[in-house]
């Protein structure tokens, strides 16, 4: 597609419409391509759909049209499949295929089970599923954990040749409050894993190419207490002790940057403005449980890969108003830009449509209005302005990051090599004043290897792709690229841009592209 170049007034003439900017930070940047930071999944952004959406009465409907032709763009843009995980703590309470309430309330039936492989297949995705970790143990938590489940779900897709990526068991175990104090014990739950192993290789007869990933333990972080009820540090080494090194492919955690909603915390919510702007808050409540989780991988499991599996802005189904609008991406671009060069494999998203946890509608989803189950019960289905980053994300950002130096200590901007070549920086600037960015990339002899096609450089051959907020408005709930308004069908096309360094305005975020020279 063809791309006007544009000079550096054009650019804020477009952006500002003629606001007055009064202050401008200079930032000099240098990325080098001697060799990579770190190497992600080429499908390195995955979304989460929670399973509080399946409950009867409320039900996800996955044939909708609307639901299919907005997630399904997902699969159109990238380097391959997008993951998507089915699970939560709603996951513990399903029943396959049989109405049993002891094993949990939510009554999974083969047809909708069949309109979701459907889905998934339709719109391209991995499939991750969360199995019911507490199925036998309704009554009493000590239990052993009966497979019957899960045997009845993989007789069914063996049956049907169906496709399943991974699949996880339970969700965030030891947590004090939502399992029963914090039961089933690491070693308990650590010894219900390698019984799913030994089902998955019975089903599967040991094909490396048909059988599922393992994914586990779906953990939070804490101190494994009322006052901090997450899963403390040695839950996590105890559960991979017994797991063994090798039989997870993907050790998985949950971390949300900011407190959310929740009622009856000592702790007073996050849910303002001057938090969602705050980086330091936001950031190192993430990047130093993934930290902490990598250190005890690394000695436990090296060769295993870790899968942030839940994360958005705020916990407890988003901030109303705030994880649902522009506002929002300051986390998801800078999250992003961390964990892939802590070498996070993925990263999924919480979560797609619908509800966030049980009772409770999602304020962090992609799609509006929270609470969307079908276009019957909830009519159009909105995108937020998450959508259109993710989108542009997964077109643009490949797996191989890149080392940033900066003379700025607080810097926001990472590197990678881009998805077609050349090279990828992304950025946010959370403040009142203009960004402007010196850009100095460092080719090396290896530099070709690196990323492709970015052998030398030459002049012109960048492409901005700015997202500003309507009107300065950070709490709308739309989102403008390079000065345009976009809609669900909108093309995310990038503008040709003519000068060697880059002016960001305030309070945006964005994607520069530099591809090689041209001959």
Known sequence: ??????????????????SAVVSAVVQSVVVSLDRPK?????????VNIDAASLYQGTRLDFRDPQLRTLACRFGTVGDGPMTLRLGGSSADDLSTFVNNVEDGEIYLTADYWDDLIDFVETCGFNLAWDLNMRVGRYNDPRQKWNPQDAQRLLD????????????????EPGHYQ?????????????????TLAHILGSHYHGSADELPRMQGPDVCLGEGTNASPCANISYFRDILHVIGPDLLQDVTGHAYGLRGPKKGRAEPS???????LSVATFS???????????????????DANFVLSETASTADGGCPGLSNRFIAGFYFMEILGELGDMGVYQVYRQDLVGYGGINFASSYALFDPPGWYSTKSHGVLMPNPDYFTGLLYRKLVGPTRLPVKSNNPTNYIHAACAVGGGIVMTYINPSSELLHI?????????????????????????????????????????????????NASSPLVGVSYSEENVTM???????????????
């Open 38 to 46: 770190a190497v992600t999944s080429p499908n390195f952004l995955g």
């Open 438 to 486: 010196n850009f100095t990339i460092v080719l090396t002899k290896r530099s070709a290897s690196v990323c492709r096609s970015m052998d030398r450089l030459g002049p012109g051959g960048t492409e901005l792709y700015i997202l500003t907020a309507p009107g300065g408005n950070l709490t709308s709930n739309k989102v403008r690229l390079n000065g345009k308004i976009l």
């Open 1 to 18: 597609m063809q791309r006007t170049a544009i000079s550096m007034w054009q650019l804020l003439l477009f952006l500002f419409h003629g």
């Open 156 to 171: 069914h897709i063996k049956a049907k040749q169906q496709r399943v990526y991974a699949f996880q068991l339970g969700n």
């Open 270 to 276: 996050q849910c303002n403005i001057e938090s969602f």
């Open 284 to 302: 190192h409540t993430v990047t130093s449980a993934v930290a902490a989780w990598k250190q005890v991988l690394d000695e436990m499991a090296p």
């Open 505 to 519: 305005p305030p309070y945006s975020y964005g994607f520069v592209v530099r591809r090689n020279a041209i001959s």
């Open 178 to 194: 939502t399992r029963n104090g914090g039961l089933p014990t690491a070693d308990e739950h650590g010894q219900d894993f390698l």
